[in-house]
């Protein structure tokens, strides 16, 4: 199949990416390189079912292709509140530019989500039952609304013109390929820890979030685009159960390094959510989904690779 993957060339998009190509998909990734980086997917653009397209999914493209996977947009918050306006566009009119071609194309179309669309729940843990508690006017509005008002889209265009979705819940997910500087906590952890800085932990670092490693996302992520069940339109949360307290996350690393790690406080960011872990009852009825990866191992791994992009012996 001829697959598209917007946010190509991002932290989850290129790995989605290499993973169509080893099973033999031809892959189109479209980026803007906003986030993300041609480095992510230098290793791939010498292959002949591999092109990358330089885009920006707010401006619409023609392209014929039997599977859309739409990533585009930037993921965390000093990057999707660098310019709220551009984030809002990239959700509402990048996701119509996205669903119009799976209408023109009658191609299949899964869009990815995220567990802010439940913003600081009053439910735990989440269900996709659960409409959310999200701030509509706060600084991170413009990503949780932006991603609400995308999954309305895709449910209208489901409805109205029956294309042929689904819509993934991405709950927080890490790993190689994270960039450097975007300040998410794992990388911002891993890359402060290599340098010999202190970690930042905002709050007090006892509000929690579970954390899936990225090989177990696209696992998920593939299964759902994959999936010709019942009700295959319905989204479906998928991220680690393993719930963590930012604490936690210090402890672990230290472990895995192998010494104490400094810790220094900040004050927590307004609307931070205190809670957050998915029910995922449904991944594993409906795709037989569940992750592989222990955070340990997770750990492990991101961190060689960070020791490799920082270039650090530490
Ligand atoms: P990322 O920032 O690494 O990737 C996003 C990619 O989209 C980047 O390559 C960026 O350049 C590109 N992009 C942004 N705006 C664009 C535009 N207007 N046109 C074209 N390309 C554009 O982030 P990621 O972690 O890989 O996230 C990928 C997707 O998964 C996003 O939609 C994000 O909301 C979702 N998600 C990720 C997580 C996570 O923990 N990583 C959690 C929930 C949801
Ligand atoms: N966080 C932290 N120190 C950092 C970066 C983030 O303590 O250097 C906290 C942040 O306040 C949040 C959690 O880690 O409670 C996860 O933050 P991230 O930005 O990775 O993801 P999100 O808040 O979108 O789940």
Known sequence: MRCLV?????????????????EGHEVIALD???????????????????????????????????RIFNLACPAS???????????????????????GMAKRVKARILQASTSEIYGDPKEHPQR???????????PRSCYDEGKRVAETLVMDYHRQNRVD???????????????VGDRRVMSNFIVQALRGEPLTVYGDGTQ???????????????????????????????????ERSMNDIVQALGEVLGRKLAVEYRPLPSDDPLRRRPDCTRARQRLNWRPKVSLHEGLKRTVQYFREVIGSAK
């Not at 290793?43 to 920006?56: K, N, Q, T, V």
């Not at 000093?78 to 990239?90: A, R």
């Not at 899936?212 to 339109?233: H, K, P, Q, R, S």
């Open 128 to 138: 996709e039952e659960y409409w959310g508690h999200v701030n509509p006017i706060g």
């Open 77 to 99: 918050p000093i990057h999707y509140q660098y310019n709220p306006v551009k984030t809002v566009k990239t959700s509402v009119v990048g996701t119509i530019n996205m669903l």
């Open 32 to 66: 803007n390189l906003f986030t993300g980086s041609k480095r992510n997917i230098a290793h791939l653009l010498g292959r002949s079912e591999f092109e990358f397209i330089r885009h920006d999914v707010v401006n619409p493209i023609l392209l014929e292709v039997d």
């Open 208 to 242: 929690t979030r579970c954390f899936c490693y990225v090989d177990d996302m696209i696992d998920g992520i593939l299964a759902l685009m994959n999936y010709d069940g019942e009700n295959a339109w319905e989204p479906v949360n998928i991220g680690s159960e393993d």
């Open 165 to 179: 979705t689904r819509i993934v819940r991405i709950f927080n997910t890490y790993g190689p390929r994270m960039a």
């Open 6 to 22: 917007t946010g190509g060339a991002g932290f989850l998009g290129s790995h989605l990416c290499e993973r169509l190509l080893a």
